[in-house]
């Protein structure tokens, strides 16, 4: 557990000046911001329409997570496994990590573990400056109305779902960028896969919940009702099989993996 | 109880079907400064890699303090600092950021950070990104990151690669010192055997995966007896003139004339032979064996 820890403060002291880590605090503030400044200039025509609170929060929170869901989180997720695995390419690192006296599991489980905490990090902070900005809206022009329905719950199941469904990708790239140092081949297997999962899902394709990639989307497509909408669909529990096989198979490659 | 830091057994290791390293057996002595030589491809940073367990050994060929390193690995990692071909660090981290995630990994107090970066003489390149640092303050840092552990025995992969000759020298002292005054073993590879056999006290020469040589270094100059080499107007008639004086001409025929070193008396009278039996020398001089010359010998003596 000890070397766990500090295998998992080193990856944070080694990326806190990386784009992998920076992207997973701006890109909410960046996207809910852009959201939020449309709406801001288009506040006359919406409020004009007169919707419900709940409806007007569906609406605003939807803008944010029909961009995020279905194409940015899959993108950053595929980024994030590249990026922590590249550092130790990119610098030739590998030899000097794995000759230390520190058991290959916790190297292994660290360097997963801290991609999981950056995605978790982000759809946080997703979720809190969606509600904030949503308040900030009602504060700068109180026509919105934003202040009559809590979307807490909505969005806490929402962000987690397309938490647990980013873990399937996650784990499918963690090991693809584990295995191949360059850029192209987990970005380019990332972008089919992603491509196949957005008309798999789209189309309704029965069998599309056994794609990792169309995991966020059919988590969006689902019928939103905070009381009704459950966390473990279908999706998520393919998506966290995914996972936990996909994470025994990369450290059974990192035990394998020799340094040449 | 073992007197031995390092020892292989008959280890042999492949990639694909090129077989890197040949039936080594290594002996390493507590205290002692091994010089791993060897020309470029000979398999020195592959049997490095093994003894670091980065690549995997076949059990029961290496012990690391008398412990099998597969069965051992954290324990005998544990006692060891390396650096291992270019120096392994972070560019976009500065040296100081480096040495402190190394602290961190390795779980001592990052007060060692200053004196690391004091003794290989980084501490003005601090703060400085390591991705901008010469060939020469790479090497540095990586001796740094090897010595931050304060490890009984340190694997150095051609440490002085890159340094300028006051680098070279530093770094020469720097090993002497931690061995004489700290009681370390370390393992240092090099392609230059004149670099080696001024810190080494023992020799091991390795070549196409073989270990041609294992001893102590004056064992070693045994092989290593120097020449005179002749360059005059008549190779041939020199040659022969010479053999009827009575001296042993190792290359026949061939320019420069190479006659085994015996003294600079014994040079000056060859030199006075030649010029009074009307021969106009261009150049008479004395050479120490390169490591090809000297693996040819040792194998041929072998």
């Known amino acids: 557990m000890y070397a766990l820890l500090i295998s998992l403060k080193s990856e944070f002291y080694k990326s806190r000046k990386t784009l992998a ?33 709940e409806a007007l929060w569906m609406m605003y929170s939807g803008s944010i997570l029909g961009v995020m869901g279905t194409l940015i989180l899959p993108f950053y997720v595929i980024f994030t496994a590249f990026s922590v695995n590249n550092i130790e390419h990119k610098n030739d690192t590998w030899k000097s990590l794995f000759a230390m006296p520190l058991n290959k599991f916790s190297i292994y489980t660290a360097k997963y573990l801290y991609a999981v905490l950056l995605i978790f990090i982000c759809l946080m902070l997703f979720g809190i400056v969606n509600l904030a900005c949503g308040h900030l809206l ?41 295995i191949w140092s360059d850029f192209l081949k987990p970005m380019g297997i990332g972008f089919i896969g992603l491509i196949i999962g957005l008309i798999t899902a789209s189309k309704h ?11 966020p989307v059919l988590v969006l497509s689902e019928k939103k009702e905070a009381a009704t909408m459950p966390i473990f669909t279908q999706e998520v529990y393919t998506s966290l099989i995914y996972a936990a096989v996909l994470f025994l198979t990369g450290y059974f490659i990192v035990l394998k993996k020799s340094v040449k | 109880m073992s007197n031995l830091a390092i020892r292989t057994c008959g280890l042999t290791y492949h990639f694909g079907n090129q077989k890197v390293v040949d039936n080594l057996s290594l002996e390493v002595e507590k205290g002692s400064i091994y010089g791993f030589l060897g020309p470029n491809g000979a398999g020195k940073t592959t049997t490095i890699k093994i003894l670091l367990n980065l690549l995997k050994s076949p059990s029961d060929t290496v012990f690391i303090f008398g412990k099998e390193i597969n069965a051992n690995r954290i324990a005998s990692l544990k006692r060891m600092g390396s650096l291992v071909e270019q120096p392994a660090i972070y560019a976009h981290l ?34 400085k990104k390591a991705g901008k640092y010469s060939l020469g303050m790479k090497q540095r840092l990586g001796i740094a990151l090897a010595l931050l552990s304060d490890a009984e025995l340190l694997l150095l992969d051609e440490p002085t690669n890159g340094l300028d000759p006051n680098g070279i020298i530093e770094i020469r002292n720097l090993l002497s010192d931690l061995a004489n005054n700290y009681q370390k073993t370390i393992l240092v590879s090099s392609h230059l055997l004149n670099e080696i056999e001024k810190i080494a006290t023992h020799v091991g020469i390795l070549n196409k995966g073989k270990l041609l040589f294992q001893g102590t270094v004056s064992e070693l100059q045994t092989f290593n007896t120097p020449i005179v080499e002749i360059i005059t107007d008549k190779t041939e008639e020199v040659a022969r003139f010479l053999t009827t004086k009575g001296y042993e001409v190792i290359n026949p025929g061939i320019s420069p004339i190479q006659l085994p070193y015996q003294s600079t008396e014994e040079t000056g009278k060859i030199n006075t032979l030649l010029i009074q039996n009307g021969f106009t020398v261009y150049s008479i001089h004395f050479v120490k064996k390169d490591l090809e010359r000297l693996f040819l010998d040792i194998t041929k003596t072998n």
Request: aromatic residues 14%; hydrophobic residues 50%.
């Open chain 1, 205 to 215: 394709w029965a069998y599309a919940y056994l794609i990792p990639y169309s995991h």
């Open chain 1, 138 to 178: 009602h504060f700068l022009n109180n026509g919105f109305k934003f202040n009559e329905f809590s979307p807490v719950t909505i969005l806490s199941k929402l962000y987690t779902k397309l938490f647990l469904c980013s873990l399937g990708i996650l784990s499918v790239q963690f090991i693809i960028s584990l």
């Open chain 1, 21 to 53: 880590f920076w992207a997973s605090i701006l890109l909410p503030i960046v996207i809910c911001s852009m959201v939020t400044a449309g709406f801001y200039f288009e506040s006359k025509k919406i409020i004009a329409q007169n919707f419900p609170s």
């Open chain 2, 94 to 127: 500065t040296g100081k950021e480096n040495l402190v995630n190394r602290c961190i990994l390795l779980g001592i107090s990052k007060s060692k950070v200053a004196e690391m970066l004091k003794l290989v003489g980084l501490t003005d390149a601090a703060s």
